[in-house]
């Protein structure tokens, strides 16, 4: 990482229409002490505003996608794109009620702009280390569902059955969408086939 260039804690992907509501979760996000980028204005002076828009979505930690009756922009579709891609936590927001969900989104929990700060807690649960014992407890959960990593994505209730079972060995209260981030985090760093042996290896 170059010296002197940003990093964030959130990227708020909107539609122009929609940033009076930006604005808002931005400074709801940042009470907490939560970084934000959310407008080009915030961007260092001379620099180039594509590849400088690229480098705060690639450095964030987390997406916050946010929703009105409009379809997502299609750079908003990129964004949110890029965000699987990266396995990065992605938080819906609606600004208003949504009816129907867009296909897009539709394994994505989207909460109202006025539960902003349960999302801003989300996201400095999603960043706090996990221990070992919890990637054991975290393994043990999906040995017992008996299901893939790829199946879980798009599998709700067998999601729901493995956040229940690892929040109840844990005692950490996560949710769908943080612990299949940290499935896939796990995996892109072939952490779940380690965990798997010495899961085996305490069984015996």
Do not use: C
Request: glycine residues 4%; positive net charge; proline residues 4%.
């Amino acid at each position: 990482m170059a010296k002197n260039r940003p990093t964030y804690d959130v990227f708020i992907a909107y539609n122009h229409r929609d940033k009076e509501f930006a604005v808002t979760a931005a400074n709801v996000l940042r009470s907490y002490g939560l970084s934000v980028f959310f407008d080009i204005q915030e961007l260092p002076r001379g620099a180039k505003v594509e590849d400088a828009i690229w480098e705060a979505m690639a450095e964030s930690h987390a997406l916050v996608i946010m929703l009105s009756g409009d379809a997502p922009t299609s750079s908003m579709a990129f964004e949110l794109g890029a965000a699987r891609a990266w396995n990065k936590p992605i938080y819906g927001v609606a600004t208003s009620n949504l009816a129907p969900i867009p296909v897009v989104l539709k394994q994505i929990k989207v909460l109202p702009i006025a539960r902003i700060e349960e999302v801003a807690q989300s996201i400095l649960d999603s960043q706090e280390p996990i221990s070992e014992d919890d990637k054991l407890h975290l393994n043990e959960a999906i040995q017992k569902a008996g299901i893939s990593v790829d199946k879980l994505a798009v599998q709700p209730q067998h999601l729901s059955n493995v956040v229940e079972d690892f929040n109840m060995r844990s005692g950490r209260k996560m949710s769908g969408e943080q612990v299949m981030w940290l499935l896939l985090r796990l995996r892109k760093q072939g952490g779940l086939s380690l965990l798997r042996a010495r899961t085996r290896k305490n069984k015996t």
